[in-house]
């Protein structure tokens, strides 16, 4: 039985671990070849490559700084060139820190701008360019995924950075969804909650997300294989009448204070 995403070709960025890595191996288990991104974690990202291809698809890994934006461009296009074109692009790739902005360290802060936010923009664009060229030439469009955040909503605090990155990227998604439809391309966002990534284990002990997940009001921390799945319907024909759209797979984070009340309680 194929897969929604047979014969799909994907480039995801941030792809050697984490919720980038969940989303790429869910990608093949769909149908698609997939180029992976990694900075610094090549073992990470062979290692996600390996399973990929005991799927029975192509993959591929790309090393490189999505945050320099001559880097990304020639990742979208080398991806691209070894996948024979490209109908998905993920943005995935992330950096953070946590202090408080009154002492925040600038050239962190900067750095986390720079990653998240115009990082995301660089790839967007290149991705979206040659998904229009792709449309001119024999009416292939694509589809693209923006790996945002309820950071994007909610203010939390000592993420200030953060949270103005993933702002910034909700709107350049849905502005960048009205711009190309006319190319056959869709544009949407995903907001993954509290995921239990290795990334989290910079700022919290096991034993801070063992007690932070039992706070949260599904008791748990959600999982990059659940971002996988999520990803791959919005990115997949099943999604073909959604495009600037945000879907929120967070666990109920975003719902008021009062809603994790004990009934009856305060």
């Not at 001119?136 to 589809?143: A, D, E, P, Q, T």
């Not at 939390?156 to 910034?168: D, G, H, I, L, S």
């Not at 849905?174 to 711009?179: G, I, L, Q």
């Not at 599904?218 to 791959?232: D, F, Q, S, V």
Request: aromatic residues 8%; glycine residues 10%.
């Amino acid at each position: 039985m194929s897969g929604r995403l047979e014969g799909k070709t994907a480039f995801v960025t941030g792809s050697s671990k984490g919720i980038g890595a969940g989303i790429a191996l869910e990608l093949a288990r769909e149908g698609a070849d997939v180029a992976l991104n990694y900075r610094s974690s090549e073992q990470e990202a062979e290692a996600v490559a390996a399973q990929i291809r005991d799927l029975g698809r192509k993959a591929v890994s790309l090393q490189g700084d999505i945050g320099d934006r001559g880097t990304i461009e020639r990742l979208v296009a080398d991806a691209a060139e070894q996948l024979g074109g490209l109908d998905l692009f993920v943005s995935n790739a992330v950096y953070s820190t946590r202090e408080p902005f009154l002492d925040a360290d600038l050239d962190e802060f900067k750095k986390t701008i720079d990653v998240s936010m115009w990082g995301a923009f660089y790839g967007l664009r290149a991705a979206c360019r040659l998904m229009r060229d792709q449309f001119n030439k024999n009416g292939r469009g694509g589809s693209v995924l923006i790996v945002s955040s309820p950071h994007a909503e909610i203010a939390f605090p000592a993420a200030m950075a953060y949270n103005m990155a993933k702002a910034a990227l909700d709107q350049m998604a849905r502005t960048a969804a009205v711009e190309v439809a006319r190319y056959a391309t869709r544009v949407n966002i995903l907001h993954p909650g509290w995921i239990d990534t290795p990334g989290e284990r910079k700022f919290f002990t096991e034993k801070q997300l063992e007690e932070g997940a039992k706070s949260l009001l599904l008791g748990r921390l959600g999982t990059p294989e659940e971002c996988g799945k999520a990803a791959a319907y919005v990115l997949s024909d099943d999604a073909a009448y959604m495009t600037g759209s945000t879907l929120s797979l967070d666990g109920g984070v975003k719902l008021p204070y009062w809603s994790r009340r004990e009934e009856g309680g305060q």
